[in-house]
């Protein structure tokens, strides 16, 4: 299917396990037996080949190894690694601290590593942003020296 090509999915159970099937508009029959849902969509353009997926293990080392160097400088590097974690569900929110008018977040690897606390950058949209770019670049490099 090329991309921008306009496709119908579904979603059916099958032996227990939940799967998604696509078809062309010429392909499409209909909804076999066992669909639970269905919509229509379009194929996304291709990644530039430059394009990496981020590991979320890479990302956990990278997290990892900030918050051992202590620097406070990078305290803003680690919430940012640590909402991207969370985000991807490789950490874990244990629960949350308040000390000296701060907020620490308690966390915790879905795989046992930890526990980890961060404190709470109070970051804007744009700030997250700008940092998450830096993250990108940090490992885009470490990538490409590797």
Known sequence: MEPGARIVSIL????GELTRLDFSPEGWQGPPDGTIGQ?????PPAQAADARTIDPDAMLAYFEQVLEDANPAQEQIAYVLA?????????RLEGAREDDDYQYLQLAGS??????????QQLSDD???RLQAEVHLALQSEWNAA
Request: charged share 40%; hydrophobic share 30%.
């Open 83 to 91: 909402l991207y974690l969370l985000q991807r569900r490789r950490l």
């Open 39 to 43: 919509w229509t969509c379009h194929v």
């Open 111 to 120: 795989r046992g590593e930890g526990p980890y606390e961060v404190r709470d």
């Open 127 to 129: 700030e997250i942003k």
């Open 12 to 15: 059916v159970e099958r032996e």
